[in-house]
């Protein structure tokens, strides 16, 4: 089924994109969350004439997502976690204990920005990828310590 997407949606695409779905998903996860609308003529015509402002848009993101990443490549958040002899810790670090940091560091990003796998559990230096737009990604070094 075709579909125009009218916001961002994560491994899909950008608000505008036409996009060709299994069945199933439009109509039972894009279409009733009103993430996407069906792609009849009319829609296809309504969505190509604001196809240059959503461009302006998305370039104006992108190059705001940019500076922010060249900002955050230095950074270097540490952590003290109380932690086992092995150097386990008895907590975790996870993606709001990042954003935490981040937020006290003067760093505004997105909450579904921080992509982690799973949350730290070791002491030791850890690379946290950020995703800020669907192009730009940057690391932080997270510093995990172990209190006494």
């Known amino acids: 089924m075709k579909v125009i997407l009218k916001t961002a949606v994560d491994n899909l695409g950008r608000a505008g994109d036409v996009k060709d779905v299994a069945d199933g998903y439009a109509r039972n996860f894009l279409l009733p969350r009103k993430l996407a609308e069906t792609a009849t003529p009319s829609a296809l015509k309504y969505w190509e004439k604001g196809k240059e402002k959503r461009a302006q848009a998305i370039?104006?993101?992108?190059?705001?997502?940019?500076?922010?990443a060249g900002k955050l490549a230095g950074v270097s958040l540490s952590f003290s976690m109380p932690a086992s002899e092995e150097g386990k810790l008895f907590g975790s670090v996870g993606k709001t204990d990042v954003l935490k940091s981040l937020k006290a560091a003067g760093f505004e990003v997105p909450k579904n920005s921080v992509r982690l796998e799973t949350a730290l559990k070791t002491v030791g230096e850890h690379d946290v990828?950020?995703?800020?737009?669907?192009?730009?990604?940057?690391?932080?070094?997270?510093?995990?310590?172990?209190?006494?």
């Open 129 to 148: 990828d950020l995703r800020l737009a669907p192009e730009v990604s940057a690391k932080v070094k997270v510093v995990v310590s172990a209190r006494q």
């Open 59 to 68: 370039a104006a993101e992108v190059k705001a997502a940019q500076e922010i």
